[in-house]
């Protein structure tokens, strides 16, 4: 099985603050990983795929780089909408999903 | 828009079945995959398996034993079967589109809670 580890496992940071989180795959996952954002009570949604590729319809401010087995997440400048806990997940071998980021406003 | 809905028992007994449905409105089923994913109360997000329209299906390893998923295309509705379900089994239940051609699973059903419990 592949285990996918995030960090941090909760965030604070300022509106208008660059937010970075990592995903980390226990084996070469490619550029197999997506990104989603889960607001509470909700459902969650996807940002990113293929690593790198920004859903249709996510605003700019969201990014997504790496390859093999790091990658990062980034938030250019934070929003009070982006209060989320934000989960990655591969798709190279079956799915798995990261543990979560909680992210909060500071 | 695809939209996906959940329908089923909201409480089980320890011991019994879980059987979810999703109806999907806005498209048909063909050329994608199906899945349902489940998240524990305050817990993260585990995948639990897919159908294909076809009728192939794919499970997580951990899950293998207890789990079928299965797709009718004439009522535009895929299933979840869950054997011998206890506690842990509580959870919320998404039905959810997974999208081969670039991996993203979306969009997402609201969820529908699940408790295991007698």
């Known amino acids: 099985d592949i285990q996918m580890t995030q960090s941090p496992s909760s965030l604070s940071a300022s509106v208008g603050d660059r937010v970075t989180i990592t995903c980390q795959a226990s084996?070469?996952?490619?550029?197999?990983l997506s990104w989603y954002q889960q607001k509470p009570g909700k459902a969650p949604k996807l940002l990113i795929y293929?690593?790198?590729n920004l859903q249709t319809g996510v605003p700019p401010r969201f990014s997504g780089t790496g390859s093999g087995t790091g990658f990062t997440f980034t938030i250019s400048s934070l929003q009070p909408e982006d209060i989320a806990t934000y989960y990655c997940q591969q798709y190279d071998n079956l799915h798995t999903f990261g543990q979560g980021t909680k992210l909060e406003i500071k | 828009q695809v939209q996906l809905q959940e329908s089923g028992p909201r409480l089980v007994k320890p011991s019994e079945t879980l059987s979810l449905t999703c109806t999907v409105s806005?498209?048909?089923?063909?050329?994608?995959?199906w899945s349902w994913i489940r998240q524990p109360p305050g817990k993260g997000l585990e995948w639990i398996g897919y159908?294909?329209?076809?009728?192939?299906?794919n499970y997580n390893p951990s899950l293998r034993s207890r789990v079928t998923i299965s797709i009718d295309t004439s009522k535009n509705q895929f299933s979840l079967i869950l054997n011998s379900v206890t506690a842990a089994d509580t959870a919320m239940y998404y039905c959810v589109r997974y999208n081969w051609h670039y991996g993203g699973f979306d969009p997402w059903g609201q969820g529908t809670l699940v408790t295991i419990s007698s």
């Open positions: 806005g498209d048909s089923l063909s050329s994608y995959y």
């Open positions: 293929d690593a790198s």
């Open positions: 084996q070469d996952i490619g550029n197999y």
């Open positions: 159908v294909y329209y076809s009728g192939s299906t």
